[in-house]
Each structure stands twice: as C-alpha cells, then as structure tokens.
C-alpha cells in the first residue's frame, strides 16, 4: 500500500473546518493537479469557480441549506464549460457547432470532463491534509447559482467542493461489496446480486445502529427507495435545455 | 510536492501497454480505489465491467477502432447504474421512483459518481505503476456496446478504461493556462480570456511542431472548432432515453 492508495482509502467527507484560509498557494496546486485529469479529445470542457468573495458564499449556502459551503478553507464550483470554445469561433462557425455543443454526447463529455478534474482536485487537496465535500446541494437552485456566478451560455454550475482543515474525525462509511459494482464481461443481474445486497443492508444496519454520532436504523436499499420515491430538482432538465446544453 | 501530487502532475495517457496482465490482486486494490469516492447521497451509481475474455475484448476494440481496447493489461467499462436501487424495490415502488430515475438531475448524479469513481481508479493505477487511456470512443456506437455488456434498463456505458504496463513514454500534454480554467467569484467572459487562449494557441503550436512523434501545425481553438463542427455520435440521445435515462 503506497501513500496514494493510503490516501485513496481513506476518504471521507468532511463537513466541519477549522477556521483557516487555504494559501493561493494551495489553491493553485490544487488547480493544477485538477487540470491534469484526462480530457476529452483535449476539450478541458470546465470552468472552476473559487469563491473568495464572503457575500457570494452566503448566497451559496442559502442554496445549499449547509453551513459549510460558507464555512471553510476554500469553495469551488465546479461547472461543465462549452462556452470556451464557442467563444474562440467566428459566428459562422458557431453555427456549425451548435448542433454538436447541444448533443447528449457533448454534455456527456463536459460532464464526465468536469468530474474527473474534480475529482483530481480532492485527492491533491487530501493528501496535503485537507479535507473536502462535494456540494450536489447547489443544484437545489441550480438556475440561481447560475445567475450569482453570471455563467453564460453552454456553461452550467455542476457541484461545489467545500475544502479545508477537518474540525471533526467522521467514521469510515462503508461501502457496496466489491462483486456488486464490480461485474465481469456482462453485467450480473441476478438473484445473487440482490443477495449480496440484502447482506450489506444488515451490515449497515449495525453500522448505523453502533455509530458514534447521527444513529438509526436504517439500510442502504430502504434509504436509496425513500429518497428516490421523491422528485427533486426536475427543474434542472429545462435549466440545462434553457443553457443550450442537452438539448438536441 | 508529495508522492500523490507527484502521480497527479505526471499524468499522460498510455495507449501503448506489454504484454502482461494485471493480477487479480491488483484490479481488486483498484477497483476498492474506486469505490472510495464520493458519491452522492450514498447511491454509488455506478458499475464497473472488467474485461477478460478475449472475444468481447476484440467486440468492443472494433467499436472503438482502437487497438489498445484490446492490447492492454486490463479492460474496464464504466457504466452509470440506476437500475441497482431499482431492482431492490417492490413494483409499486419502483413505479414511484421512475419520474426521479428518468430525470436529468438524476442522469447528472449517475454520470458524475462513475467518473469520480474511474479518477480514483486512474489515481490508484498510476501510484501502483501502471498506465491508463480513457476509452470515449467506446461510444462510437453505445448500443452495441450496451448488447455486448448486456446491460439492463437504467444502466448505460459511459466510457472505457485501458490499464496496464507503460510501453511508451510520452510527452506530457500542456493544459489551458490555469486562470483561463479558474475564476474568482464570477464566470469572466472576457477579451482578456480570449487573449490567453489566443497566448495558449501560439504555445501548443510550438509544442507539435517539436514534439517526438505526429508533429504536426495546429492550435487548441482550431482543433476544437474542427472537431466540434461535426456532429458525431448524435445517436447517443435516443439511446440514453431508450435506456429510460435522461429523458423527463
């Protein structure tokens, strides 16, 4: 087990920083390490946000309904970007892009481009001592974020990462057996599955039953049915539709 | 500058691999890396097909067009997955889930926690040795690669990942100067921006120009307006909706 892997395996989100600002320093190194990710076709299809400015994280948090997307050593937002390259094209041939800066397939691209970055980002940020959460909470007004960070179009706000000194030490969260996300040559949908799944329901069970903090009872199936029987966010099929982004 | 920021900056794709296979060993130490991402809500919407046998290897290099889908230590294929919490539900509930598993929010949160997922992978690869090429063009033709795998409703392939021995050793790729990538506060959309790409442009012309191998004259902005000019793989749209992703 090298220091990579050390750091790999033991992620876990944190939601509470100390008080301390992370360097521009840190900041860049972090930035720089996000733009090594792989690309797609070289396309870079991301804009990060950092938000230095106290008034414009209030804002965020009100979105978010979480006090660490104020509270903590830094915030990005991350967002899929295929304005970049529309703006480095005439207008003519804007309009031959158009039809593929609107596809499926392109906000795939962006998507996957955005994330893989991100995710570069927070494995950097953790193996300089920092600790990180994902902020999926700004897509509770996605339209708004938008408007705060001025994003033009082709460009949407994906998610936030909040980064920072860990105030607090939460336990490891488990995770699904390795055989059910891990399949080979077909996909196995099969009463084994299922099985396996049931089993890591009661593990999870005694792990939310014996946790320190936050206890309950509770399985990942039941949790995963509950929150999925509810729609939230319909709204970002227009908001990305409206950006010109997933449309076509 | 630590051993994990060092793997980070040094990335380059490897599409170039020896002839030795991957233990099971080590796959698994992968594919652990990668189910210690962040995932959002706790769904890790994700599912990751190894591939070892050497017939659906050569199916899937055909789609791609490339060799090193099938010249490589190890094959994985990153398929965003609704269908597992699907499944786990009763009838009735899972008719109550479809408008949330239909969404594009949902689609979102499906794309984005399988490539955190596949960055870890990447990460972990790389600490251990090893090199990776990102497979998009697996997308050439989803459908047939959906039949391969044979995927279920709710989950469709998203992209490859070749692993394996470096047998290369290419340049390493400039990346967008760092503040035409990040902004502060607010999405700058500007002729400053524009000047640094432009900056940008000169300097990748310079690099294919006296680079080792392929050189050629280009820029990143004539690049990306070649490519995007066509529209290719607009067929993804209809299949992600066939799949009941992405489609309310």
């Known amino acids: ?32 390490a996000a733009q090594q990710a792989s690309t797609s076709s070289y396309i870079m299809a991301y804009t990060i946000v950092g938000i230095t400015d106290e008034d414009i994280k209030m804002k965020l948090s009100e979105v978010s309904g979480q006090p660490y997307v104020k509270d903590n050593g830094h915030l990005f937002v991350f967002c899929a970007d295929l304005n970049r390259i529309n703006q480095q094209a005439t207008s003519e041939l804007q309009e031959k892009m158009q039809a593929s800066i609107e596809s499926t397939e392109k906000f ?5 481009d955005t994330a893989l970055a991100a995710q570069n980002a927070v494995i950097a940020a953790e193996s300089m001592g920092l600790g990180v959460c994902y902020l999926g909470s700004l897509r509770n007004n996605i339209s708004r974020v938008n408007d705060i960070l001025e994003l033009p179009e082709h460009v949407i706000p994906l998610f936030g990462l909040a980064l920072g000194y860990p105030d607090e030490q939460p336990e490891k969260k488990p995770r699904l057996p390795l055989d059910v996300v891990y399949h080979e040559n077909t996909y196995a949908n099969d009463e084994q599955q299922r099985s396996k799944i049931n089993d890591f329901d009661q593990q999870l069970k005694e792990y939310y039953k ?12 039941e949790q995963m049915i509950r929150k999925y029987s509810k729609t939230i966010r319909m709204d970002v099929t227009q908001f990305v539709k409206d950006k010109k982004l997933n449309k076509r």
Chains 1, 2 share one sequence.
């Open 1 to 32: 087990m090298n220091n990579t892997l050390d750091t790999i395996m033991n992620h876990r989100s944190i939601r509470k920083f100390k008080d301390e600002k992370l360097t521009k320093e840190q900041i860049h190194t972090i930035v720089k």
């Open 108 to 112: 795939i691209v962006a998507t996957v």
């Open 210 to 221: 014996n946790r320190k903090t936050n206890t309950r009872i509770d399985t990942w199936s």
